[in-house]
């Protein structure tokens, strides 16, 4: 069974960092493709950024330069550093894990950036 479960999430203001972890089990962030992504109110849901299993990775024009997608395969657990955070992130974040079958979502993490 697979399980993806996200942690770090929180209220900060406007310039603070957060970090999230997405916590994976069942399946292997270090041979799949993992993806942060997220809803703010009234929105769709959006790609903020993914890493492949050979490490390049993508970004929304949004964060770049300030949002960092990582992973450490020996704990088989996924990152994204969060720094100079705006309003605008304002989101629930989700990190999906994408097999060759499937893709699996996390039950994703609030983050409420305060101006």
């Known amino acids: 069974q697979v399980q993806l479960v996200e942690s770090g999430g929180g209220l900060v203001q406007a310039g603070d960092s957060l970090k999230l972890s997405c916590a994976a089990s069942?399946?292997?962030?270090?041979?799949?493709?993992m993806a942060w992504y997220r809803q703010g109110p009234g929105n769709q849901r959006e790609l903020v950024a993914s890493i492949t299993r050979n490490g390049g990775t993508v970004y929304a024009n949004s964060v770049k330069g300030r949002f960092t997608i990582s992973r450490d395969n020996a704990k088989n657990t996924g990152y994204l550093q969060m720094n100079s955070l705006k309003p605008d992130d304002t989101a629930v974040y989700y990190c999906t894990v994408m097999s060759l079958l499937n893709t699996y979502w996390g039950q994703g993490t609030q983050v409420t950036v305060s101006s």
């Open positions: 069942g399946i292997s962030v270090s041979v799949n493709r």
